[in-house]
């Protein structure tokens, strides 16, 4: 992969939290009462602890009370009764662990994590509608979906970049990748949801059975209970998909202002469905345009033509048919094995959603912005990343989406542009080396375009904890957030599945101003 996808900024051990303060530990009280699940526990005392909590983003590095592993769903419910006995007690479902705030492990101390990875069952349902069905356990990964598909009839489905990414933990934040133009995010392609709600009670909800739990778990789940299973539709994918990566070293100012200007009227104007594509900005050294094509390999020079013809000639460019099963592993990575290791990080990420053009003045100020701080010299080893997918735009999926008032609270599908800046610590292990002002400094290259539009929003699979209350609320749900706060009150009074700094509140929690890193800008 060519970027670590990383994120988050919060103070491990903040005390600024969302929930009401307690002088009393959670962990003295309920621990007996997880022990007598009899599901496997994890806690401090245990050989395996410190490789289980250790998180994707070694920069935010929570410690639980305990982390359970439930076996089945009768399992989690114990689990829910457990923490209803002892009100103070808040659960972080965990999957893939890949949260870039390390949210599955509770984003700050204290929190009982759920991990479900014993929940691996995948089946094919009846179709609905005409489409296929594929129900997928609470603990599968994106590589074990993708496999399971490709060998159950050749069938595909949209989803995020990297093979140990977990399924639903995507989903519910949205799940975008390549195909995502063309059949729509993971999220949109949710047709049900079953959850363990804070009662303890399992429930199935669809758009028209428990439609304000659906309504709530598309686009903030682990806020609403502990997900075991969700049901997609799934797709027949293009045989044959064409790779491709263009690449220009040392861009001058004005050729990189031209390929990003040119990059969105792309999108906006011309960019079948079919195409999934990114701008890579490593400037002032190199720029990447790469993706793939769901589509013939012959057809795809005349495509690109409103690209190139705008450009000088690429320094090198790579571009190759293969099967469908080979472009996935080439994007994602390989799908018949895990990772020998696990991939962690010391990072930040911002995030930007945007719905209208960028303004030229915007995309000016951005470049320049990218090119001047790019060349400021740094401690060894931090770098910065930005990249931007086209989300939406010509005749694309989410272009002829019906807006639905109150079928989901993920507000961003209809999206234009998908733009994010990481800043990374290579080959660190711990947070100690990272810049006292590398939270400013990451998001100080997208601040232009964040000036530039009202009411910003981000996507809420690229966790910025850097926010505040009043920033994440709004720029994760916009206008959908007061709804999620009306569900949350009647399902979660009193805040269990509220373990993380972005947690839905129920509305008789005080809203906390939660920024521990530092001004966002």
């Known amino acids: 992969m060519a970027f670590l996808?990383?994120?988050?900024?919060?103070?491990?051990?903040s005390n600024a939290t969302q929930k009401p303060s307690s002088d009393k530990s959670p962990s003295s009280d309920i621990i007996s009462c997880l022990n007598a699940i009899g599901d496997k526990l994890l806690t401090s005392n245990s050989p395996e602890w410190l490789d289980a909590i250790k998180p994707y983003n070694l920069r935010i590095a929570p410690i639980p009370a305990a982390m359970i592993f439930p076996k089945n769903e009768e399992s989690v419910s114990a689990i829910v009764a457990c923490a209803s006995q002892f009100p103070q007690t808040r659960l972080a479902p965990l999957c893939g662990g890949?949260?870039?705030a390390s949210f599955g492990l509770g984003g700050v101390d204290g929190a009982v994590v759920v991990n479900m990875q014993n929940f691996k069952d995948m089946s094919m349902l009846p179709a609905v509608d005409g489409a296929e069905v594929v129900k997928v356990g609470g603990g599968v990964l994106v590589r074990e979906l993708t496999l399971f598909l490709i060998k159950n009839g050749g069938l595909s489905w949209p989803h995020a970049r990297y093979t140990e990414v977990g399924v639903v933990g995507s989903a519910i934040g949205g799940g975008f990748g390549p195909s995502s133009r063309l059949v729509g995010t993971t999220l949109d392609n949710v047709v049900a949801v079953n959850i363990v709600l804070p009662s303890g009670k399992l429930v199935r909800a669809t758009k028209s059975e428990n439609p304000d739990i659906f309504f709530a778990v598309l686009g903030a789940g682990s806020s609403f209970g502990i997900i075991v299973s969700i049901e997609l539709r799934v797709h027949k994918p293009y045989a044959n998909p064409v790779t491709y990566i263009y690449q220009w070293q040392n861009p001058t100012l004005e050729e990189a202002t031209t390929a990003f200007t040119t990059f969105q009227d792309f999108g906006i104007n011309s960019a079948p469905p079919e195409l999934g594509i990114r701008i890579r900005l490593g400037l002032p050294s190199n720029m990447f345009i790469q993706g793939l094509y769901y589509?013939?390999?012959?057809?795809f020079p005349s495509i690109m033509k409103p690209v190139l013809s705008k450009l000088p000639m690429p320094t090198s460019a790579n571009i190759s048919a293969s099967t469908f099963a080979e472009s996935e592993a080439l994007f994602t990575g390989p799908l018949e094995a895990a990772p020998a290791e696990k991939i962690h990080g010391v990072t930040y990420t911002r995030s930007l959603l945007t719905f209208?053009?960028?303004k030229a003045s915007a995309i000016s100020s951005f470049i320049a912005r990218i090119y001047d701080h790019g060349q400021e010299k740094r401690p060894a080893g931090f770098q910065i990343q930005i990249f931007s997918d086209l989300w939406g735009g010509f005749k694309s999926y989410s272009s002829k989406m019906i807006t639905k008032s109150g079928e989901y609270s993920f507000p961003h599908s209809q999206a234009l542009l998908l733009?994010?800046?990481?800043?990374?610590?290579?080959?660190?292990?711990?947070?100690d080396a990272w810049p006292k002002d590398g939270i400013a400094f990451t998001q100080s290259f997208t601040k232009p375009l964040f000036d530039s539009i009202q009411r910003p929003r981000s996507y809420p699979n690229y966790r910025d904890s850097a926010y505040s209350q009043a920033e994440w609320s709004t720029r994760y749900y916009d206008d959908q957030y007061s709804k999620l706060q009306r569900i949350k009150t009647q399902i979660d009074p009193i805040g269990m599945m509220s373990a993380n700094p972005q947690s839905i509140l129920p509305s008789s929690?005080?809203?906390?101003?939660?920024?521990?890193?530092?001004?966002?800008?």
């Open 98 to 100: 890949h949260s870039f």
């Open 356 to 358: 209208e053009p960028l």
């Open 295 to 299: 589509g013939d390999i012959k057809e």
């Open 419 to 431: 733009i994010r800046s990481d800043g990374v610590f290579l080959n660190q292990t711990t947070p």
């Open 509 to 521: 929690f005080a809203q906390v101003r939660h920024n521990t890193s530092g001004p966002s800008v």
């Open 5 to 13: 996808p990383v994120d988050g900024s919060v103070s491990t051990h």
